[in-house]
């Protein structure tokens, strides 16, 4: 998306340290738990951090700001990436039963969730959708969408629980609940965030990978939102570490 809108950045080095960042995440959480998984998501983007000032200092090309740079290529870094590893931490937060994971059945209630609420802003808005929300970031979004958004979440929520109460012991009816209006809040937050994204750089799809769907990001920019809520909900309002 940068590059179709002729914005600079350090996309080979982004995505090197991208693949470092999540490997290293990923395993230090599922070993030794989030402190060490912290510091060292800490200790990557410091060295990147360094590492974009060092190459900038080095770079001879004079044509493009310095500043845009490295603003683009770390928000694309924690856009993408660092949201992203929330939905790894998922597995490990919650406590393992007989030595096994359990964590998956919460990316699973994540994701159900998250499509739900796409689909119900989608069908209500289609059918009865009247009133714009923001039309200036995206035209087609409605308060009617949203409030469908809303109930369609909610009900896969506490069908969820209702349907897997030993792999989602932690929620109970009130917590489903609660979680279904805060996780569609934010995946709607998340779908906008993308919209701003797309208008900032004139494209109408993010990409080419998966057409007919608006690109990969399209898929997983609620996800993006929703992974760090759920897994900061279950942290401090459920007592996983």
């Known amino acids: 998306m940068l590059d179709h809108k002729k914005l ?3 996309k080979l080095s982004a995505l090197i340290c991208g693949a470092v960042f999540l490997c290293g995440s990923f395993h230090w959480f599922r070993t030794n738990g989030p402190d ?3 510091d060292f998501e800490l200790s990557v983007i410091l060295l990147f951090v ?4 060092a190459r900038q ?3 001879r090309t004079r044509d493009r700001s310095p500043l845009e740079t490295m603003t683009h290529t770390l928000f694309g870094l924690l856009y993408v990436v660092w ?3 929330f939905l790894l931490k998922i597995v490990y937060v919650t406590p393992r039963v007989g030595g096994q994971v359990t964590g998956h059945f919460y990316v699973l209630y994540l994701i159900t969730i998250t499509k739900f609420s796409d689909m119900g802003a989608y069908v209500v808005g289609s059918l009865i959708g009247r009133h714009k929300m923001i039309p200036h970031i995206s ?4 308060w009617e969408g949203l ?6 979440s909610v009900i896969a929520s506490y069908g969820l629980v209702w349907l897997l109460p030993t792999h989602l012991s932690a929620l109970n009816p009130l917590h489903a609940g609660i979680l279904g209006v805060l996780l569609c809040l934010v995946a709607v937050l998340g779908d906008l965030g993308e919209s701003i994204l797309k208008r900032s750089t004139d494209v109408k799809d993010s990409g080419h990978l998966l057409p007919g769907i608006g690109g990969a990001l399209d898929l997983i920019d609620s996800l993006l939102f929703t992974g760090p809520m759920l897994y900061f909900y279950m942290r ?3 007592g996983m570490h």
């Open 57 to 59: 200092m080095f770079e």
């Open 236 to 238: 401090w309002f459920l």
């Open 139 to 142: 035209p087609n979004k409605t």
């Open 83 to 85: 949201l992203s590893s």
């Open 50 to 53: 360094l590492g974009l000032f």
């Open 36 to 38: 060490r998984s912290y």
């Open 147 to 152: 409030a469908g958004a809303v109930l369609f």
């Open 8 to 10: 600079p950045n350090f």
